[in-house]
Nanobody, 125 residues
Framework: QVQLVESGGGLVQPGGSLRLSCAAS????????VGWFRQAPGKEREGVAC????????FYAGSVKGRFTISRDNAKNIVYLQMNTLKPEDTAAYYC??????????????????WGQGTQVTVSS
């Protein structure tokens, strides 16, 4: 069964850290670009970070650059999103997604075909 499953979300205080995981089953993640996206209530889905296939080029939204890090563990078939120095405005449902097989990293959600169900991140004191 082809599946993408996010995990690692939760409630954290401002300034804290979380690591999200995007685990794939039924296919190999390393041949796809993978993106992390988030959507807060009443807002559009926005690209947060992405990583290409192959060389693993990464791109980040300006709002998270320097705080978030996307990485791959091909042996485990997982893509991670390490989130540090979290802010209340980072509160959202976070989703991972794979592209159509071109392997080119982009923060454009329209370039991604297969999505997980999401994991909630809440940053609050």
């Amino acid at each position: 069964q082809v599946q993408l499953v996010e995990s690692g979300g939760g409630l954290v205080q401002p300034g804290g850290s979380l690591r999200l995981s995007c685990a794939a089953s039924g296919f190999f993640l390393d041949i796809y670009a993978v993106g992390w996206f988030r959507q807060a209530p009443g807002k559009e889905r926005e690209g947060v970070a992405c990583i290409s296939s192959g060389a693993g080029n990464t791109f980040y939204a300006g709002s998270v650059k320097g705080r978030f890090t996307i990485s791959r563990d091909n042996a485990k078939n997982i893509v991670y999103l390490q989130m540090n120095t979290l802010k209340p405005e980072d509160t959202a449902a976070y989703y991972c997604a794979t592209d159509r097989g071109l392997g080119v990293a982009t923060l454009n959600p329209g370039a991604y075909d297969y999505w997980g169900q999401g994991t909630q991140v809440t940053v609050s004191s």
